[in-house]
C-alpha cells in the first residue's frame, strides 16, 4: 500500500527565496552577541508618559474591550481629520468617515493597498533601497515589481529612469518620503515632477510617509495629498509607532479619497479587521489633548539632535557620514576600515565590536551592494555614545 505524502512536502512557498529578514537577523545577533542594537529600527526609549496614562485609564474602563468599528474608532478618525488640517493647510481636510482607516501599524496599511490595488500581471513602481516589505507583498498579489534605483549618496530619484518603466502595464508607483534607509525627502519640484509622469498613466500612487515628522535642517515635509494632481489617485501611510515612539502598539493609518479608501477597507475587513480599542482611545486621546500639535512638531528637534550628536560622536573617526535630511537612519561608507561586502561587515561590527547595524545591500531585491550601513540612531544619549565609542575603536 503506497503512503501519501506529509502534507507538508507538498506546500510549494509562494515566496521561496525570502528568508528571516535581515532586521531580525542583526536584532538576534545583537542578542547572542551582547552587542548595542542600533538595525532594527525601534527607539530605546518609552512613548510620553501622557500617552501612557491614556492607555493605562482606558485599559482599566469598563465598555472599551470588544471590537472597534472596522474603520477605526470614529472619535480617532475626527482627531486626525484635524491634525491633518492643521498640519496641511493647503489641502482639503479629509473626510473621517470615508478618507481614513486605521490600520495595524503602517506594514498593515501598506499590505492592505497593495492587496487591494494589484492584480496577477500588474506592475508596480519600487524605488530602490526600498523598505523590505514592498517586493514581496506585490508578488503575492501576482504583481510584477519595477525596481528603479535611487543614485548615492543623496538618493534624489532619477526622472529619466522612472519614465523608461512605466508602462501601460503600471499599476502603482511607491515612494517613500523621509527615505528608509537614507533620510532623502521630497521636495515640491519632486511631487510635480512625479505628477507629470503619472498624469499620462492610470497608475495610482502609494506614499508612504511614516517619518513624516522627521524632517530635519529647515526642511518641511510634503506629503502626496498636499499637491492637487496627485491627491486623487494617492494613498498616504502613516505611522502611530513612529510619531509616538511606540512601534511595538501596531497603530497606523491610511489617507485616500472615498472610492481608494472604500477598496482598502474590503481588504482590511478581511486582513486584521479592527485595531486594538482601548490603544485607539488612548491615541484619541493624546491627539484631542494637544490641539497645537506641540508633540508632533517638536519632533524634528528631538530627532535632530540625536542625529547631531552621533554624527559628531563619529566625526574624526573615519566613517563617511552621508547627509541626513530626515527619518532616524544615518548610512555611512565604511571604506576607511574594510573592504568587505556590507553583510560581512555588519556581522564583523557586532561580533569584534559590539555593535549591531544593517547592511544596506538588504534594501535592493538583488543585494546591489555600494559598501553602505544603517545606523539607527533613535536611541537614548547615553546609547549612542556607548555605540560610537565601540565604533571608534
Request: net charge negative; charged share 20%; aromatic share 10%.
Amino acid at each position: 500500500m503506497s503512503v501519501s505524502p506529509a502534507p507538508a512536502s507538498l506546500l510549494l512557498s509562494k515566496l521561496p527565496d525570502v528568508g528571516v529578514s535581515i532586521f531580525s537577523q542583526m536584532t538576534l545577533l545583537a542578542q547572542e552577541t551582547g552587542a548595542i542594537n542600533l538595525a532594527q529600527g525601534f527607539p530605546d526609549y518609552d512613548p510620553p508618559q501622557e500617552l501612557l496614562q491614556a492607555l493605562a485609564r482606558r485599559a482599566c474602563m469598563p465598555g472599551q474591550h470588544q471590537y472597534a468599528p472596522m474603520p477605526g474608532l470614529p472619535r480617532l478618525r475626527e482627531a486626525i481629520a484635524a491634525q491633518v488640517a492643521r498640519l496641511h493647510a493647503d489641502a482639503p481636510a479629509p473626510d473621517p468617515a470615508t478618507e481614513i482607516t486605521i490600520t495595524a501599524g503602517a506594514t498593515e496599511g501598506l499590505y492592505a493597498v497593495l492587496a487591494a490595488v494589484v492584480r496577477p500581471g500588474d506592475e508596480v513602481v519600487v524605488l530602490e533601497p526600498a523598505y523590505d516589505l514592498y517586493g514581496p507583498a506585490i508578488r503575492l498579489q501576482g504583481g510584477v515589481p519595477r525596481y528603479v534605483r535611487l543614485p548615492a549618496p543623496h538618493f534624489r530619484p532619477d526622472w529619466d529612469a522612472l519614465r523608461r518603466v512605466l508602462s501601460t502595464r503600471t499599476r502603482l508607483v511607491i515612494v517613500n518620503t523621509p527615505h528608509n534607509p537614507s533620510g532623502a525627502v521630497f521636495s515640491a519640484e519632486d511631487w510635480a515632477e512625479l505628477y507629470r509622469l503619472l498624469a499620462r498613466t492610470d497608475a495610482f500612487l502609494l506614499s508612504d510617509e511614516v517619518y513624516e515628522h522627521l524632517v530635519f535642517d529647515g526642511l518641511r515635509h510634503l506629503s502626496a495629498r498636499q499637491h492637487e494632481g496627485l491627491r486623487e489617485r494617492s494613498f498616504v501611510i502613516s505611522s502611530f509607532g513612529k510619531t509616538y515612539h511606540a512601534t511595538g502598539w501596531k497603530a497606523g493609518y491610511c489617507l485616500a479619497p472615498p472610492a481608494l479608501s472604500a477598496e482598502v477597507r474590503r481588504v482590511h475587513q478581511f486582513l486584521t479587521f479592527s485595531v486594538s480599542t482601548p490603544t485607539q482611545h488612548a491615541l484619541a486621546d493624546a491627539l484631542e489633548a494637544d490641539p497645537t500639535d506641540a508633540h508632533a512638531l517638536g519632533l524634528a528637534a528631538f530627532y535632530q539632535a540625536k542625529r547631531d550628536q552621533f554624527r559628531e560622536l563619529l566625526a574624526d573617526a573615519g566613517w563617511d557620514l552621508l547627509a541626513v535630511p530626515g527619518g532616524y537612519f544615518q548610512l555611512a561608507r565604511y571604506q576607511a576600515f574594510s573592504r568587505a561586502a556590507d553583510l560581512e561587515f555588519a556581522q564583523y561590527l557586532a561580533r569584534e565590536k559590539g555593535v549591531a547595524v544593517v547592511p544596506v545591500s538588504a534594501f535592493y531585491h538583488d543585494g546591489y551592494d555600494e559598501g553602505i550601513i544603517r545606523f539607527c540612531f533613535a536611541k537614548q544619549p547615553a546609547t549612542l555614545a556607548a555605540a560610537a565609542s565601540r565604533l571608534r575603536s
